[in-house]
C-alpha cells in the first residue's frame, strides 16, 4: 500500500510554469511505476505521463509532448511534473497515481492521490 500526497497546483497565465510534486509513503517508493493524470470539468480523467521504478523509462501523452517532463527521486519519496507553456487547456485537477508493472501500460495505476487544481488563464 502507498498513500500519494500532491502539492504545486495554482492558478497561473498561459505561457507559464508550474511543477507538481507526489510525495509517496508506505511501502518502498522505487517499488512503483509512477503517473500523473488530468481531469477537466464535464471530461474524463486522462493520461498525462509516467516514468519507470528508476526513471529509465517515460512516457507521454501527445497533449503534452515536448512541454511537460516527469520526474522522480527515490531518496526523497517524491515525483514531479514539471509543466512549461502552459495553455488554458491544460486547466485541470492533477492526480498522482503508482503502480506496479510498467508492463501494465499507461493505465496500470492502483494507487490513487486525492489531486491538485491548475488553472490556466489566458
Known amino acids: 500500500q502507498v498513500q500519494l500526497v500532491e502539492s504545486g497546483g495554482g492558478l497561473v497565465q498561459a505561457g507559464g510554469s508550474l511543477r507538481l510534486s507526489c510525495v509517496a509513503s508506505?511501502?518502498?517508493?522505487?517499488?512503483?511505476?509512477m503517473g500523473w493524470f488530468r481531469q477537466a470539468p464535464g471530461k474524463e480523467r486522462e493520461f498525462v505521463a509516467r516514468?519507470?521504478?528508476?526513471?529509465?523509462?517515460?512516457n507521454y501523452a501527445d497533449s503534452i509532448k515536448g512541454r511537460f517532463t516527469i520526474s522522480r527521486d527515490n531518496a526523497k519519496n517524491t515525483a514531479y511534473l514539471q509543466m512549461n507553456s502552459l495553455k488554458p487547456e491544460d486547466t485541470a485537477v492533477y492526480y498522482c497515481?503508482?503502480?506496479?508493472?510498467?508492463?501494465?501500460?499507461?493505465?496500470?495505476?492502483?494507487?490513487w492521490g486525492q489531486g491538485t487544481q491548475v488553472t490556466v488563464s489566458t
Open positions: 497515481a503508482a503502480g506496479m508493472y510498467w508492463q501494465r501500460g499507461p493505465y496500470g495505476f492502483d494507487y
Open positions: 508506505g511501502r518502498t517508493f522505487s517499488s512503483y511505476v
Open positions: 516514468i519507470s521504478h528508476v526513471g529509465t523509462n517515460t
